[in-house]
């Protein structure tokens, strides 16, 4: 039986990095991050090749680890921007009311 993550589990572990903000750089790499946004950046674009590679090589495994670090950078950067991860969920669920090609589309309009 496979174990489904829920919203609730991802915020759970949204709070939990959330509270290593507080602590000095020295003792926590996300704190350390907070401190330091542009190797927060850097991490970022990196996970995000790393994910773009092992799709490209269907690396099922590979995939799933660069995948979790993507995802916990990403967090981290919603913690530096003080974004809610509610307000991330409301705006996926506002698109499930829409196709992507739609989505995409109004996005242009709304950008001019």
């Known amino acids: 039986m496979v174990n489904h993550i829920s919203n609730r589990e991802l915020e759970e572990l ?3 990095i959330k509270t290593k903000k507080n602590v000095g750089a020295k003792d926590s ?7 330091n946004p542009e ?4 991490k970022i674009n990196e996970e995000s090749f790393e994910v773009i590679i ?3 090589k ?3 495994k590979k995939l799933v ?14 913690i ?3 974004i809610d991860a509610q307000e991330v969920w409301k705006e996926l669920e506002k698109r499930k009311i829409q196709s992507g090609f739609q ?10």
């Not at 790499?29 to 401190?35: E, K």
């Open 58 to 60: 269907k690396n099922k």
């Open 103 to 112: 989505e995409k589309s109004n996005r242009k309009k709304n950008d001019l």
């Open 14 to 16: 949204f709070e939990f």
């Open 54 to 56: 092992e799709v490209l």
């Open 80 to 82: 530096y921007n003080e």
């Open 39 to 42: 190797k927060l950046v850097e």
């Open 29 to 35: 790499y996300t704190s350390y991050l907070l401190q």
């Open 65 to 78: 680890k660069e995948s979790a670090d993507l995802i916990y950078h990403l967090l981290v950067a919603w």
